[in-house]
């Protein structure tokens, strides 16, 4: 069954301390990966889309890698005001374009 | 920008009771998904429409039934309600000639009581 696993669950960082959340994702093909950040109570918001191995995306603080299993988000000297859900969702190739599968999120704290 | 707008932004009912949520998609957007996010649980798929017909169907339940008008908006609506149905329900949209990104509304939160 295919699915969208991210780690860690949830991340505490001080301010300006660097790191990196993990999307993995077994899908038989990939036609899109997708980054959104979810404040509480708010729709999700997006940041990046990702198509092919290889490919990197940089926003601000936020930087999105892809490999041929994996997401990485990096975040480079976080503030608290990055703190938020980060969720991780793909688009599998040949399906529908229609739904895309989500990953159950980082909860992500920035302590100043 | 223009973004998707959901109505109501809280609603409450009580079990059994029906419930009609409304979607504005982006203009120009012709496809729109409903999602439900249960706390703390990530979003899940409920069901999407491109041109007013169906396209797909995730887990929405058999009380639940949707539909996509003339002007592009959708409306989700909820019968025999019960307290698991209470959840933050969004409402997604896209231009069909993309594969991008699915934009997001805002999210009515049902509370069932």
């Known amino acids: 069954e295919d699915q969208v696993t991210q780690s860690p669950e949830a991340l505490r960082l001080q301010e300006g301390e660097s790191s990196s959340l993990n999307c993995s994702y077994t899908v038989s093909g990939l036609r899109g990966l997708f980054w959104y950040r979810q404040d509480p109570g708010k729709g999700p918001e997006f940041l990046f889309t990702?198509?092919?191995a290889g490919e990197e995306k940089e926003k601000e603080r936020l930087k999105a890698t892809l490999t041929k299993k994996e997401s990485f988000l990096h975040i480079t000297a976080p503030k608290p005001e990055d703190s938020a859900t980060y969720l991780c969702a793909v688009q599998e190739a040949g399906s529908s374009a229609s739904k895309i599968i989500f990953g159950s999120g980082t909860r992500l704290s920035i302590r100043p | 920008a223009a973004g998707v707008i959901q109505s109501p932004r809280h609603l409450i009912k009580e079990k059994r009771e029906t419930a009609t949520l409304k979607c504005y998609p982006i203009p120009r957007h012709d496809t729109v998904y409903w999602y439900q996010q249960g706390p703390g649980q990530d979003p899940q798929f409920l069901i999407s429409?491109?041109?007013?017909?169906?396209?797909d169907k995730g887990s929405i339940p058999d009380r639940f039934s949707a539909q996509q008008f003339s002007d592009y908006h959708s409306e989700l609506n909820m019968s025999s309600l019960e307290l698991g149905d209470s959840a933050l329900y969004f409402c997604?949209?896209?231009?069909?000639?993309?594969?991008?990104?699915?934009?997001f509304g805002p999210g009515t939160r049902l509370t069932v009581l």
């Open positions: 990702l198509y092919s």
């Open positions: 429409f491109y041109e007013k017909m169906q396209s």
């Open positions: 997604a949209s896209r231009p069909w000639t993309s594969y991008n990104e699915q934009f």
